[in-house]
C-alpha cells in the first residue's frame, strides 16, 4: 500500500494539462500526416528543438541554436549516450558528486564505468575537492573521461551551485582537459531566489554537454529529453545512437502544447509544487525538528533528511512500509552504496493533504526507529 509516496521525482497529476495535450497532439497529427511513415533521424522534430532552443535562451539569457540540439528519449537516454560516445571500456574513469541520481549510478556501473566521488556542501559539488581528485587521477595515469554534475537543484541533496563555484568549476576542468557533463532536467522548477545560469552558458566549449527533459515539467510518460552540444561533440556522440530517433507524434504534441505557453504552464505547476515543498518543511518542523535535519531546496522536487547514526535504517524503512509511507534510502544515492543516515522525500506526486498527513507520520517513524547506543 502507498498512502503516501514519497518515493520517486514525478510532479503533481493533478496538474497534468490533459486537455491541452490531447488539443496539442491533434494539432500534431494533423500537421504530421503521412510523414510519420518516415524516420525521426537522429537530431529530432524540428518544431520541439525550437521550443526547446527558446526555453534555454530565455532563462540562460544567450543565444542557443536548435542545431546544437538532439531529442532523446528521455534525459538518461542522453546519460547513457554520453557515457557510451566518450568511454573506451569497462574500468574508465567517471568523476560525480559522491551522492547522485540513483539511475545515474546505475547506467554507470552497467557500462563498466569506475565511480570517483567528490564530497558536496551545502552549494553542491566541492570544486576544492573536485582539483584534488582530478590531480590524484593525473599522477594515476587514469584521467577520467568526463565529469557528470547535478548543478542545480541536486539529486538527492537540492543543492544549487552558485555561480562562482560553477566558474571555478569549469576553470578546473580546462586545466585538467575534462569534459564536463550536466544534468539540468529540474532546472525549470524553481521556487524563489535568483536563477543560477547553466555551466554551457558560462564557457562555450565543445567539451561542455548539457542534458535537459521533460519529465518533471509535464511527466516522464511522454519521454522526451534532449542533448545540447556544440559541434564537433554532438556529432561524436550522436555517431553512437542507433535507435532511428524518439517518437516524432510525441514532440510534435509537446511543440504544439509549449509553443505558446510554456511559461505559463511552469507557473502554474511550480506554485503547486512549492506549496507542497512548504508543508514538508512545517512537518518536519514540527515532528523532526529536534532530531533531523534537512535541505532546503528552492527548486526540483527532493528534500534530503539527515538523521543521527542511532537510527536503525533497517527498522526504520520496515515501520515506513506499515504506514504506506514510501521514501527513498540514501543507501541507493552513494555512489559505493554506503548506508548513510538519511533518505531523500520527494514532493511532488503526492498530494496537499498526503504530504500534511505523511511527513508527520515519517517523523513518528525515524523517532521509533531509534536504538539504544551501548556505553
Known amino acids: 500500500?502507498?498512502?503516501?509516496?514519497?518515493?520517486?521525482?514525478?510532479?503533481?497529476?493533478?496538474?497534468?494539462?490533459?486537455?491541452?495535450?490531447?488539443?496539442?497532439?491533434?494539432?500534431?497529427?494533423?500537421?504530421?500526416?503521412?510523414?510519420?511513415?518516415?524516420?525521426?533521424?537522429?537530431m529530432g522534430h524540428q518544431g520541439l528543438r525550437e521550443v526547446m532552443a527558446m526555453r534555454e535562451s530565455k532563462r540562460e539569457g544567450i543565444d542557443v541554436s536548435a542545431d546544437h540540439i538532439a531529442l532523446m528519449n528521455g534525459s538518461m537516454q542522453a546519460v547513457t549516450l554520453v557515457a557510451e560516445a566518450l568511454m573506451e571500456g569497462p574500468g574508465d574513469v567517471i568523476v560525480t558528486e559522491e551522492l547522485t541520481y540513483s539511475g545515474t549510478i546505475?547506467?554507470?556501473?552497467?557500462?563498466?564505468?569506475?565511480?570517483?566521488?567528490?564530497?558536496?556542501?551545502?552549494?553542491?559539488?566541492?570544486?576544492?575537492?573536485?582539483?584534488?581528485?582530478?590531480?590524484?587521477?593525473?599522477?594515476?595515469?587514469?584521467?577520467?573521461?568526463?565529469?557528470?554534475?547535478?548543478?542545480?537543484?541536486?539529486?538527492?541533496?537540492?543543492?544549487?551551485?552558485?555561480?562562482?563555484?560553477?566558474?571555478?568549476?569549469?576553470?578546473?576542468?580546462?586545466?585538467?582537459?575534462?569534459?564536463?557533463?550536466?544534468d539540468n532536467c529540474y532546472g525549470d522548477v524553481h521556487f524563489e531566489g535568483p536563477e543560477e545560469p547553466a555551466l554551457y552558458a558560462l564557457d562555450d566549449?565543445?567539451?561542455?554537454?548539457?542534458?535537459?527533459?521533460?519529465?518533471?515539467?509535464?511527466?516522464?510518460?511522454?519521454?522526451?529529453?534532449?542533448?545540447?552540444?556544440?559541434?564537433?561533440?554532438?556529432?561524436?556522440?550522436l555517431d553512437r545512437?542507433?535507435?532511428?530517433?524518439?517518437?516524432?507524434?510525441?514532440?510534435?504534441?509537446?511543440?504544439?502544447?509549449?509553443?505558446?505557453?510554456?511559461?505559463?504552464?511552469?507557473?502554474?505547476?511550480?506554485?503547486?509544487?512549492?506549496?507542497?515543498?512548504d508543508a514538508v518543511f512545517a512537518g518536519l518542523e514540527e515532528g523532526a525538528g529536534d532530531l533531523c535535519t534537512w535541505?532546503?531546496?528552492?527548486?526540483?522536487?527532493?528534500?534530503?533528511?539527515?538523521?543521527?547514526?542511532?537510527?536503525?535504517?533497517?527498522?526504520?524503512?520496515?515501520?515506513?512500509?506499515?504506514?504506506g509511507i514510501v521514501v527513498a534510502r540514501g543507501q541507493g544515492f552513494h555512489i559505493r552504496r554506503e548506508d548513510v543516515p538519511a533518505i531523500r522525500l520527494a514532493f511532488g506526486f503526492a498530494s496537499l493533504e498526503a504530504v500534511r498527513e505523511g511527513v508527520p507520520l515519517l517523523a513518528e517513524c525515524i523517532h521509533q526507529a531509534r536504538v539504544p547506543v551501548m556505553a
Open 1 to 42: 500500500m502507498r498512502k503516501y509516496d514519497f518515493g520517486s521525482g514525478r510532479t503533481d497529476p493533478g496538474s497534468f494539462p490533459t486537455e491541452a495535450l490531447a488539443e496539442a497532439a491533434s494539432e500534431a497529427v494533423h500537421e504530421l500526416g503521412a510523414t510519420l511513415v518516415n524516420y525521426p533521424g537522429d
Open 106 to 182: 546505475g547506467a554507470y556501473k552497467r557500462l563498466g564505468a569506475e565511480l570517483v566521488g567528490v564530497p558536496l556542501d551545502e552549494q553542491g559539488m566541492r570544486v576544492d575537492a573536485l582539483a584534488d581528485v582530478l590531480a590524484d587521477l593525473r599522477r594515476k595515469g587514469t584521467p577520467p573521461r568526463f565529469i557528470y554534475t547535478l548543478a542545480t537543484y541536486q539529486n538527492p541533496t537540492g543543492s544549487v551551485m552558485p555561480r562562482q563555484r560553477r566558474l571555478e568549476l569549469l576553470e578546473v576542468a580546462r586545466y585538467y582537459d575534462a569534459i564536463v557533463v550536466e
Open 205 to 237: 566549449s565543445p567539451n561542455v554537454l548539457y542534458i535537459g527533459s521533460l519529465s518533471k515539467i509535464l511527466g516522464p510518460g511522454v519521454r522526451l529529453g534532449y542533448l545540447l552540444a556544440r559541434p564537433p561533440m554532438l556529432g561524436r556522440i
Open 241 to 277: 545512437r542507433y535507435d532511428g530517433g524518439n517518437s516524432l507524434l510525441a514532440a510534435a504534441s509537446c511543440a504544439a502544447l509549449f509553443r505558446d505557453r510554456l511559461w505559463q504552464h511552469l507557473a502554474e505547476t511550480n506554485a503547486i509544487l512549492k506549496e507542497k515543498r
Open 295 to 323: 535541505s532546503r531546496p528552492v527548486g526540483g522536487m527532493f528534500i534530503w533528511i539527515e538523521f543521527p547514526e542511532d537510527v536503525d535504517r533497517d527498522r526504520l524503512m520496515a515501520l515506513c512500509a506499515e504506514r
